[in-house]
């Protein structure tokens, strides 16, 4: 997990949610196939082989929230991310945005519709923005997509608007990204993100990639970007001092499976499940410094053949017999909810 805390302070959440789900995930699972091609199995030998990379996923998001999505690489927070904007379909589950499910049955018209309300803000802005397209074009174009203003002057006018918004010069839609520092090209990807006039948008590592003394400033464009227009987050990270500072929920994942939420102060003060006292032990903060920490013991397993029970039982210091062989269901635990055997009527406390 990266230990990187943005150096400059940075506003934590202010409005509390309005209640209202905006944003639901349910039973979300996705497989893939790692099998050689048939015609080599047949030759070389060897039979199916298959990663679940998510496995069983639900949790919901309120309107004006920001849930955060924590994990180490490989537990499967992007592929969650690309399910939940239409770019990878589920093995099994549903994403339903204001009711809508991102992959169901519906008419053109409608996925426009809906498309035009998830917008995503990936990791690397200098990955992210076509090099040979002015600043103007790269904005625009979810603008032309979804025809929102048809008259080239109105849209021009709208470019301009948005460059201000996001605390850049509305003349700098003339030049192109290399023109800008990191920070500067981020802001230009969350113009673009912004011109279809979304509700959810899905922040992939948004700061990862920025130095460490830009990412606060582009962390509070998005949180004011999100009282302004009443925005819904998913916000992925592994940077668990960022998520700290921006999340309203957070979920932890391990291996494909949410292991808990709750609310950020929440789990940051007092971590429920086992694996999210660890990361926490693993990440220098204000309030532990000084402190002796934990470093995470032992290494993530082999997501194709992961453990059996509980995916966290080989390297749990509380480890009970059956964790190795039943997966446990959800626990509440005042407002969190744990998966974890600890937590079952009966168990005691992990303390
Ligand atoms: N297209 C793919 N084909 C095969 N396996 C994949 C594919 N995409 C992801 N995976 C695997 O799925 C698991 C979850 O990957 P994912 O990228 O979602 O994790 P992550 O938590 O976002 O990690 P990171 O922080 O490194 O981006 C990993 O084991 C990864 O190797």
């Not at 996705?30 to 047949?42: G, I």
């Not at 030759?43 to 639900?58: C, F, H, K, Q, Y």
């Not at 309300?117 to 002015?134: E, H, Y």
């Not at 789990?267 to 204000?286: C, G, Q, R, S």
Request: with cysteine; hydrophobic share 40%; proline share 8%.
């Amino acid at each position: 997990m990266s230990v990187h805390a943005p150096t400059t302070a940075v506003q934590t959440p202010t409005k509390s949610p309005s209640g209202e789900t905006l944003v639901e995930v349910s039973g979300l699972r996705r497989v893939f196939d790692l099998s050689k091609p048939w015609l080599n199995r047949m030759i070389e030998g060897g039979g199916r082989v298959s990663l679940t990379a998510v496995d069983g996923v639900d949790f919901a998001i309120r309107r004006g929230e920001t849930y955060a999505l924590v994990g180490e690489s490989g537990s499967g927070k992007s592929t969650i991310a690309k399910m939940a904007v239409g770019l990878l379909p589920p093995s099994a589950g549903s994403v339903t945005i204001g009711g809508t499910d991102v992959w169901g049955e519906q008419s053109a018209d409608a996925q426009r519709r809906m498309r035009r309300k998830i917008q995503m803000i990936f990791q690397d802005p200098f990955a992210s923005l076509n090099p040979r397209w002015r600043v103007q074009a790269i904005i625009e174009e979810p603008i032309k997509a979804f025809n929102l203003l048809p008259d080239a002057k109105d849209r021009t006018a709208r470019v301009g608007e948005l460059l201000t918004l996001v605390g850049l010069d509305a003349r700098d839609g003339q030049k192109f990204p290399h023109e800008f520092s990191g920070g500067q090209r981020q802001r230009i990807a969350i113009a673009r993100a912004l011109a279809s006039d979304p509700t959810f948008i899905v922040c992939d590592e948004p700061t990862s990639a920025l130095d460490v003394s830009v990412q606060a400033q582009v962390l509070n464009l998005l949180r004011d970007l999100q009282e302004r227009f009443g925005l819904t987050y998913l916000f992925i990270s592994h940077n668990l001092a960022v998520v700290r500072h921006v999340a309203t929920r957070v979920g932890v994942l391990y291996l494909g499976r949410l292991v808990e939420e709750a609310p950020a102060r929440e789990l940051f003060a007092e971590p429920k499940h086992p694996y999210t006292k660890m990361l926490l032990d693993a990440v220098p903060d204000i309030e532990m410094e000084g402190k002796d920490r934990q470093a995470i013991a032992g290494e993530i397993p082999n997501p194709v053949n992961p453990p059996p029970g509980c995916h966290f039982h080989p390297r749990c210091p509380f480890i009970m017999p059956h964790c190795s062989t039943d997966i446990p269901p959800p626990h509440a635990v005042g407002n969190a909810v744990a998966r974890c055997h600890l937590f079952a009527e009966g168990a005691g406390t992990n303390d």
